[in-house]
């Protein structure tokens, strides 16, 4: 399940930093505007404290945790829309993503440029989302030359899609994203097919300063930042990049001693990446035991043969029926045994939907 999140935001506002400390790819960084060309991809493991337990209750021979893609994508200026800086192929980068981090300076520092000569968390999403919402009217307005002619006629379709057409282009006239629209479930693969940047789930990320690592919520710009987007229904996390970068460089033993040391219990990052996953409407189950036990991605949702065709497409093809406990019965009742003594092992079939959590052993027979 190839699905990545792009990190976005202006030059010089910790982005390149942000991506090396989730990574550790070594991305370029560079105190000056377009040092990130060319995006950087890297794939991170998501942090789920249930793995160890499960691993402790029933041992394997290893553990796999699932992962997740993120792109660091360069740094957009005003004028990206029109093709000022590299705008058009940053733009089209972003394009190519599922969501996108959006990443904004919140700290101060005389050292390090700010491309708008000022720390305004507020006018950097601002500056951003006109960019995208520039392109995607662009957009609008090609298809709508298009669409306008063939609406004319017979052509349902072209009706269908001049009607969602007509929904969207006030909206971003009005400077408002297109996930601020609600779309029935017709409308969705119309909008869908348009690829517009401002359709995408977005994650916004306070970049704060190194010594609000322990505390970012502390931080003067948050609230005004969760206010600016409560329209999008967009969530809003600080985290101190420098400081992340630091502690992904760490052994694990200096690391923990340095959380212990600024009282938190995990890094940020884990955070991040946790709110990442959740953003795209991602989720997790488990199997267990034996060669391995591991963790799998799947879309919310989903049913259990097409969980079982993310292991093996025979597994989908030939799936009779889901053996299942829930994680938080593991953990309380310890063992598979007593799991299934207390009545929570249950048997489920085709049309079962997923749950977060879930311990699965497939049926199937091929």
Do not use: C
Request: glycine fraction near 8%; aromatic fraction near 6%.
């Amino acid at each position: 399940m190839a699905l990545t999140a792009g990190i976005v935001g202006l030059p010089n506002v910790g982005k390149s930093t942000l991506f090396n400390a989730i990574t550790k790819a070594g991305a370029e960084m560079a105190n000056y505007p377009f040092a990130t060309i060319d995006p950087n991809v890297g794939m991170v493991e998501v942090p789920d404290a249930r793995l160890a337990r499960i691993q402790e209750l029933i041992p394997a021979k290893k553990v796999v945790p699932t992962t997740f893609e993120f792109t660091d994508i360069a740094g957009i200026v005003k004028g990206a829309s029109k093709g000022e800086g590299l705008g058009n192929k940053f733009l089209e980068n972003i394009r190519q993503v599922d969501a996108i981090v959006h990443v904004v300076r919140a700290f101060e520092d005389d050292n390090i440029t700010h491309v708008n000569n000022k720390v305004d968390p507020l006018d950097d999403i601002e500056t951003i989302n006109l960019e995208l919402g520039l392109a995607d009217l662009e957009t609008i307005d090609k298809r709508l030359a298009k669409v306008e002619k063939a609406a004319k006629g017979s052509d349902k379709e072209a009706k269908a899609e001049l009607s969602v057409l007509e929904k969207i282009k006030p909206v971003l006239e009005a400077g408002k994203g297109v996930r601020t629209i609600e779309f029935d479930e017709d409308e969705m693969p119309i909008v869908k097919g348009l690829f517009l940047l401002t359709s995408k789930p977005v994650l916004y990320v306070a970049n704060v300063g190194e010594d609000e690592m322990g505390d970012p919520e502390s931080n003067q710009f948050i609230n005004q930042i969760r206010d600016y987007v409560k329209d999008e229904g967009a969530e809003v996390i600080g985290v101190a990049a420098a400081s992340e970068e630091e502690i992904a460089s760490m052994e694990e033993a200096d690391k923990a001693e340095f959380l212990e040391m600024e009282g938190v219990e995990e890094p940020g990052l884990n955070r991040l990446i946790r709110a990442s996953y959740k953003l795209l409407g991602l989720e997790t189950f488990f199997t267990a035991g034996g060669k391995e036990t591991k963790a799998w991605t799947y879309h919310k949702g989903t049913k259990a043969p097409q969980a079982a065709g993310i292991i093996h497409s025979d597994f989908e093809r030939g799936f009779i029926r889901a053996e299942i406990m829930g994680f938080n019965d593991l953990d309380k009742y310890e063992t598979h045994a007593a799991v299934r003594e207390a009545g929570r092992l249950r048997q489920e079939g085709k049309e079962y939907v997923m749950e977060d959590g879930d311990i699965v052993e497939f049926r199937f027979n091929v």
